[in-house]
């Protein structure tokens, strides 16, 4: 499935996303010793009648692994998260999440120039490879893709 950056990537960080769910602080992480990476993050609800619903979601995995096919559950079960492309790398895949019937995706790509997810290597925590994140203020808003 091919996604255009119009359709995915939601990098609004004062206008307020209805019909999505936004997605902020997000940061993951590739671990010196053992060589897995890890994803943090937080989702809110921001549809009507679904403000105030959140959760905090993450996952680990073994760097060079596929990790496309499992939806995660998060903290709040009734939220779930995948990545439908898996993440080669921890600056550069889509971001996928559902809660409630809606399902919403964002790209996020530190090599596209754009501001909002940022990545450093050596990461700046002692013992990561590599870091990814939003940057100070920013938000991702996981949007459904248009249907065509």
Not at 35 to 64: E, H, K, M, P, Y
Request: hydrophobic share 40%.
């Amino acid at each position: 499935m091919k996604f255009t950056l119009a359709t995915i990537l939601a990098v609004a960080t004062s206008a307020t996303a209805q019909n999505a769910l936004q997605v902020s602080p997000l940061s993951a992480q590739v671990l010196t010793e053992s060589q897995t990476a890890r994803i943090d993050f937080t989702i809110v609800d921001l549809r009507d009648g679904q403000n105030g619903a959140s959760t905090a979601c993450s996952t680990a995995w073994n760097v060079g692994e596929d990790s496309a096919t499992s939806w995660y559950p998060c903290e709040n079960g009734l939220f779930t998260f995948n990545f439908p492309n898996g993440i080669a790398e921890i600056g550069d895949f889509v971001l996928q999440a559902r809660h409630a019937g809606f399902t919403g995706s964002a790209a996020l790509n530190s090599h596209a120039g754009t501001a909002i997810w940022r990545c450093e290597a050596p990461g700046q925590t002692a013992g990561t490879d590599e870091e990814c994140n939003l940057t100070e203020g920013s938000r991702v808003y996981l949007q459904a893709a248009p249907r065509v």
